[in-house]
């Protein structure tokens, strides 16, 4: 059957005129692209452009994004969710071209090659019953995205909870003889069993799907417990026999190329795992502990896609801080807090801001968790020498605008950060500590000198993340006055608490949000900075220049029915401040 001329549908024809008068295509590229239709096996005018290079990747969806007056999304950057794949069925989908990328609320935004088509975005919403908010992609990142989440035809999903706690009793069945045996057996064997292998990674796409941050194998006298750590918090899943968890212990060391036969020394390792065509980091950390080796797993996304400053929750007043002190041609802003509260992720965010063709970005971690086109990002290698700070040393060598230090954990590495931010560079950073005026004792404290402190350091940032309320089983409630009035907050505002649905899986809370307080060196806190000051004599003078902290910052939070009290209250249980001032 021959295949009709490109201009003989009229949105295609249009769009093809306007790349001739932007001076994208020549007239003579149009006929010649019409022709090659004829006996190629490219269908459509998108895959012809880009299968005969006549225009990069990004050129194309820039234009087409503009032509079409909408957003363009690439779906293959994106972890969509099960319950938004299920929106439609895969024939709707491979047969309209379509993939749903994420809901809120009634608001779908689902990618398309053709944004004008009023038809197929009355049919999503017949099929949906939610408005649509249409954006562009590409054929082929819809055709590979349609073959990730619609396979064959069939939806191929994460396997549901009630799902891997059958297959887990199944396998665990079908192995019993085996695990009621007392002889000896060969742990490097039992760790390649299909029983073993097939236990290892149900645990890790479980931990996917629950969209965990670690996954926690920790082995007790009678049995061996298996935690996710969830929004910050554990939660207990299905777990294996006790005389089946040396094996799969050691399953995960010879994922992570570790000496399966040390038992008394903690290791670390990393491997990689595909999880519905996306590539997942796997950190592992083993330490002995008095009835085994427990095992903790990162489970580090690293083609998640980088979010903004607002949509990781920073407030406009708090982003317009960040971004002027990321403006400065030198300095360091660090990002202070806890183990998991989102320093890296704030971090790439202003980097996110920061990147352009014209500046020259680069990055030391350990490891690299967000890959970053653009960026250049070195891992430290601790083994061969390749620590932070020589990391440090070498990329100072290479003229950089912008440096980002994964973590300063020494003295050293913190010598070479103040050197960089003093001679013309823009270094972002994280530390350990609990609040902003703690950073400068913090620092102090790594042999830093106070004026130094004064003339490198920009801004300081401490937060927390706190679990967003699940938005379609959230109620209004009833809070003590004098809760009320202990938080600073008016009777008539209206108050949320969770409650548990399908969505949030019973929890309540589904996702997170930051809760931050930032610290501008003004003069005056830079007086007490050279002072020796306390961190309570810094954080006093802080709040008298307006500084927000955590606990108003959640507040703030509880108030906008994006959190409730209960949280508040749990996450910012050692900052009394705002309560007493």
């Not at 006996?39 to 998108?46: K, L, R, V």
């Not at 009023?118 to 999503?124: T, W």
Request: with cysteine; aromatic share 4%.
């Amino acid at each position: 059957m021959a295949k009709e001329d490109l201009r003989a549908d009229p949105i295609t024809e249009r769009l093809l005129k306007k790349m001739v008068q932007d001076g994208l295509l020549k007239e003579r590229d149009i006929s010649f692209l019409s022709e090659e239709r004829r006996n190629s096996e490219e269908t459509t005018f998108a895959d012809l452009i880009l299968a005969h290079h006549m225009m990069t990747d990004k050129q194309l969806i820039c234009f087409l994004s503009d032509a079409f007056g909408c957003p363009s999304v690439n779906p293959n950057q994106y972890v969509i969710d099960d319950d938004v794949i299920f929106l439609f069925s895969p024939k709707f989908a491979h047969e309209r071209k379509v993939i749903p990328i994420t809901k809120h609320d009634t608001i779908l935004t689902v990618a398309m090659q053709n944004p004008a088509d009023l038809r197929l975005i009355d049919d999503i919403k017949a099929v949906t019953n939610m408005r649509v908010q249409p954006a562009v992609a590409l054929p082929r990142d819809i055709r590979a995205s349609l073959q990730q989440y619609y396979p064959s035809g069939a939806v191929q999903g994460l396997p549901k909870p009630e799902e891997m706690i059958d297959e887990l009793i199944r396998i665990v069945q079908e192995s019993k003889v085996q695990l009621e045996t007392d002889k000896p057996v060969d742990v490097l064997k039992e760790a390649q069993e299909t029983p073993v292998i097939k236990i290892a990674n149900l645990l890790i796409l479980d931990a996917v799907r629950r969209r965990a941050s670690d996954l926690f194998i920790e082995p007790w006298e009678r049995s061996v417990r298996v935690r996710c750590r969830v929004d910050g918090l554990l939660e207990e899943v299905p777990s294996p026999p006790k005389k089946m968890g040396s094996a799969l212990i050691s399953r995960f060391k010879v994922m992570s190329h570790l000496d399966i036969a040390e038992r008394r020394l903690p290791q670390d390792g990393r491997f990689k795992v595909k999880v519905q065509g996306r590539e997942v980091d796997i950190r592992v950390s083993l330490i002995p502990t008095s009835h085994g080796e427990k095992v903790c797993l990162r489970i580090l996304d690293k083609h998640a896609q980088v979010q903004s400053l607002e949509q990781l929750g920073f407030t406009s007043e708090e982003v317009a801080k960040l971004k002027s002190c990321a403006a400065q041609p030198h300095g360091m802003i660090l990002v202070t807090g806890p183990t998991g509260s989102g320093k890296t992720t704030t971090l790439y965010s202003i980097l996110r801001y920061l990147d352009s063709p014209e500046t020259n970005i680069t990055t030391v971690e350990d490891p690299v968790e967000y890959e970053t086109e653009g960026i250049n990002q070195v891992n430290v290698r601790d083994s061969i020498g390749l620590t932070f700070a020589a990391s440090l040393r070498s990329i100072l060598r290479q003229d950089p605008d912008i440096i980002l230090v994964g973590e300063i954990r020494d003295s050293e590495t913190m010598d070479i950060a103040i050197k960089a931010a003093l001679t013309g560079h823009l270094v972002l950073s994280t530390l350990h500590t609990n609040d902003t005026a703690g950073s400068m004792v913090r620092m102090r404290n790594m042999g830093v000198e106070p004026f130094l402190i004064t003339s490198s350091v920009l801004v300081v940032s401490a937060q927390r993340l706190l679990r967003r309320l699940c938005r379609v089983c959230k109620v209004e409630c009833e809070v003590d006055k004098e809760l009320l009035t202990r938080l600073k907050i008016k009777d008539k505002q209206t108050l949320f608490r969770p409650v548990g649905c399908a969505k949030c899986r019973g929890l309540g809370y589904s996702g997170r949000t930051v809760i931050t307080e930032i610290l501008k060196l003004t003069p005056e806190i830079k007086t007490f900075v050279l002072k020796c000051a306390t961190g309570e004599e810094i954080k006093k003078a802080a709040r008298r220049e307006g500084m927000s902290t955590l606990r108003e910052s959640a507040v703030a939070k509880a108030v906008a029915g994006e959190t409730s009290l209960d949280e508040v209250l749990r996450v910012t249980a050692d900052d009394h401040d705002a309560e007493e001032s």
